[in-house]
């Protein structure tokens, strides 16, 4: 299977539930990887989680536009370590809206590795020069220091606190596409520039 893409440590590539589903029911049967991801993403049994990785599948293939989730694993052992994801975040009904939100879950013996911000600088990567999106936000609850940690070894801006996504209160992050900054400030001092010769 060709990977979505590669890092330095790490492999991200699309779920085989066939092959991934003991992995991942390993992952997401642990309470402290499901802390602060609710109980909708804790999984009963190795079939169940199958299935919710095909669910996934189809969702993405629904969607049809890049975005979806993805196996984290780690090169040195082929060990899935995770998930990381590229998904319009869903509005307080639960409906996408256009805005696209990068997250990440590891499973516990992986923490502290710095696999989150290595999967996450590469998928904003993928975001931006693939997708071509023009913005990527992260959503965090405010007590996930970890996660407040990655956004911030990432760079991502922080904009505070929101419950504008998934019927929660929130704080949301925003990464810019690489030279967005730069085109929007060269726009506003063309028109400061325009404005002073009117004058």
């Known amino acids: 299977m060709t990977p979505l893409f590669e890092t330095e440590r790490l492999t991200?590539?699309?779920?085989?539930?066939?092959?991934?589903?003991?992995?991942?029911?390993?992952?997401?049967?642990?309470?402290?990887?499901?802390?602060?991801?609710?109980?909708?993403?804790?999984?009963?049994?190795?079939?169940?989680?199958?299935?919710?990785?095909?669910?996934?599948?189809?969702?993405?293939?629904?969607?049809?536009?890049?975005?979806?989730?993805?196996?984290?694993?780690?090169?040195?052992?082929?060990?899935?370590?995770?998930?990381?994801?590229?998904?319009?975040?869903?509005?307080?009904?639960g409906l996408p809206t256009e805005d696209y939100e990068v997250g990440w879950h590891l499973?516990?013996?992986?923490?502290?590795?710095?696999?989150?911000?290595?999967?996450?600088?590469?998928?904003?990567?993928?975001?931006?020069?693939?997708l071509n999106l023009p913005i990527i936000y992260a959503v965090v609850k405010p007590e996930n220091h970890a996660s407040i940690r990655v956004t911030q070894r990432l760079g991502m801006k922080p904009l505070g606190r929101t419950k504008q996504y998934y019927n929660i209160e929130l704080l949301l992050f925003q990464q810019d596409a690489p030279g967005r900054r730069a085109e929007e400030q060269g726009k506003q001092g063309k028109q400061g520039k325009q404005g002073e010769q009117e004058e």
């Open 12 to 93: 991200i590539r699309s779920w085989i539930p066939e092959h991934d589903a003991e992995q991942v029911f390993e992952i997401y049967s642990d309470p402290e990887v499901t802390y602060f991801l609710g109980n909708a993403s804790r999984t009963t049994n190795i079939e169940a989680t199958r299935q919710r990785l095909i669910d996934n599948i189809e969702r993405s293939q629904r969607r049809n536009n890049g975005t979806g989730s993805w196996a984290i694993v780690e090169r040195a052992t082929t060990t899935i370590v995770g998930t990381i994801l590229l998904k319009p975040l869903p509005d307080k009904d």
């Open 107 to 130: 499973r516990r013996a992986s923490w502290g590795k710095g696999y989150a911000t290595e999967a996450g600088r590469g998928m904003l990567d993928y975001g931006f020069s693939v």
